[in-house]
C-alpha cells in the first residue's frame, strides 16, 4: 500500500477548507495518473481506467463502490464497455479535500 493510501480519512464537514488548485497540484505528484476536472468551478480528480470487456469495468466498478461504502465517502462512478471512469470530490465542501486523494491512491489500489 502507498502511503498516501494508508491515510486515514477524517470526517469532512461543511466547515472544512476546499484544497486550492496549488494544493491539489503538489497531492496530484503522487497520483500521475489523475487529473483535476473543473465542473462547474467544483474541482475534482478523475481517472479512467481501461479494462477488456464490460464485465470487468463492471467488476471493478463494485469493488471501488465497497471501499467507498468503507469510507463513507463517494465517487461518481461511470462504466462503458471496457473503461470505468472514477470521479472523486468533497460534496460537503464543494471541492477537494485529502480525503479525496487517499480515495483515488486506494483505487489505484484496486486496480492493480
Ligand atoms: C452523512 C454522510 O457521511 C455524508 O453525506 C457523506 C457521504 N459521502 C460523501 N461523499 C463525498 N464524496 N462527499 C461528501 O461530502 C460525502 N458526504
Known sequence: MTS??????EP??????PMTRSEC??????????RIADHDGIMKLTRSFT?????????????????AEQAG??????????????????????GLHQNDFILAARTDEVAE
Open 73 to 94: 465517502h463517494h465517487p461518481v462512478i461511470t462504466t462503458e464497455y471496457g473503461k470505468t471512469t472514477v470521479t472523486w470530490w468533497s460534496h460537503a465542501i464543494d
Open 4 to 9: 498516501l493510501a494508508q491515510q486515514h480519512c
Open 25 to 34: 497540484e503538489s497531492e496530484l505528484t503522487a497520483l500521475p495518473q489523475w
Open 51 to 67: 479494462f477488456r470487456d464490460f464485465v470487468s469495468a463492471l467488476e471493478f466498478t463494485q469493488r471501488v463502490g465497497e471501499l
Open 12 to 17: 469532512c464537514s461543511g466547515d472544512a477548507r
